[in-house]
């Protein structure tokens, strides 16, 4: 066979053949353009990370990486108060999220997601011949946990959920937990430190439970790949066996020492997480202002939609202008734009060219 269809279709297994990747949002070269789609953090990590890189690199470079990475886990551990053998790191949340759905695998019921959330969950689940159902949001685009009482192998949402930017209370997760005891129940806090209260103080009282977190983010540190799961021992062994079988040396030390560094500077934290928060709630209220309807975000992003301005068409304007924003087409959403909080300038630039456009 010469076709490439042909080659795929006879030397390669069916369940390849048939994928659909996750296409993750266009990363074009910065230059002038304002980007806010991929909801990457505005601001540079902490200086601590740069030094703590700089040194790896005079030091160490030319010896293999900690396979365990303990450095780092014990900087998350004293973090969030938990013990080292509680945390799991990987290449990025992305990495961490596929070992927990290989872990998932055995399962002969579905596993549970919401119908709108972050794109790459349906994807690990055709890769991985997991089977799954989704939970549609309910009227005001939010998860409810009521609709998740149905038959399982395990549950797995965001929260803040992906792209809407709502929040689920903890009141909410931890009668998930009680519901599901014996189910895992894994929650992706990518974008938590936004505003919303972490699940992982309810890991000591729920072996079920799983959260999932990245330094993406609140620690713009997305170009690094590091994000870690926390949970109940026995569930981080599980992840440490998939992922020793796979790749020993997930993060390398340039990884390892700038992601526990970023952990030893909680004032820059702070100061850029609320930075961001504010600049997102004179965002919200500038939409507002110009006929949008938000919806309520505990996240580093907005979902936003205009009664009478078709999204698409506005997110087309906008990438004329350079601006980047998402727009998603599935049924429910596809009226919204999902807009990244950047600098204040880089929301006031993208407020100024909406005023233009509508
Ligand atoms: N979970 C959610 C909900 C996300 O939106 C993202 C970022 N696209 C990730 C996980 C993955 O982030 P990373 O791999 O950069 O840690």
Redesign the pocket.
């Known amino acids: 066979p010469t076709s490439p269809t042909l080659i795929m279709s006879r030397f390669w297994s069916p369940v390849v053949h048939n994928l659909t990747p996750y296409v ?1 949002g266009e990363q074009p070269k910065l230059t002038n353009l304002i980007k806010l789609n ?2 990457e953090n505005p601001y540079g990590p902490s200086p601590k990370v740069q030094a703590a890189m700089q040194a790896e690199i005079a030091d160490t470079l030319r010896l293999y990486p900690d396979p365990n990475a303990d450095k780092l886990k014990a900087a998350i551990a004293t973090y969030h108060g938990v013990s080292p053998a509680e945390v799991f790191v990987g290449n ?4 961490v ?1 596929a070992h927990a759905f290989q872990a998932l695998l055995k399962h002969d019921a579905p596993l549970l997601f919401p119908d709108i959330t ?1 794109s ?1 969950y349906p994807v690990y689940c055709g890769l991985y011949g997991i089977d799954y159902r989704t939970v549609a949001l309910s009227d005001t685009l939010e998860i409810s946990t009521d609709d998740y009482r149905q038959d399982c192998g395990a549950i797995i949402f ?1 929260n803040p959920n ?1 792209p809407t930017g709502r929040l689920l209370a903890r009141d909410a997760i931890e009668t998930l937990l009680n519901e599901h005891p014996n189910q895992v129940v894994v929650v ?1 806090e ?2 938590i430190d936004f505003g919303g209260d972490s699940a992982i103080p309810l890991v000591s009282r729920y072996p079920n439970l799983l959260v ?1 977190q ?4 609140s620690r713009s540190l ?1 170009g690094l ?3 870690f799961a926390i949970g109940h021992p026995a569930l981080i062994e599980a992840l440490e066996r998939v992922k020793n079988s796979f790749n020993s040396y997930p993060l390398d030390r340039l990884a390892i020492a700038g992601a526990a560094a970023s952990f030893e500077d909680e004032a820059y934290f702070r100061q850029t997480c609320q930075a961001v928060i504010n600049s997102r709630e004179t965002l919200v209220g500038e939409l507002t202002h110009l006929g949008f309807e938000v919806l309520p975000s505990a996240a580093n992003f907005v979902f936003a939609r205009h009664p009478l301005r078709d999204a698409a068409t506005l997110a087309a304007a906008l990438r004329e202008r350079a601006i980047i924003v998402r727009h998603f087409r599935q049924p429910r959403i596809e009226q919204f734009l999902r807009i990244s909080i950047g600098t204040d300038a880089e929301c006031g630039a993208l407020v100024k060219a909406l005023e233009e456009l509508l």
Not at 92 to 95: A, L, N, R
Not at 214 to 217: D, G, Q, R, V, Y
């Open positions: 993750p991929t909801n990025g949340s992305d990495e999220l972050y790459f965001p992906a992706d990518a974008y999932v990245t330094l993406s983010k997305a790949r590091v994000g």
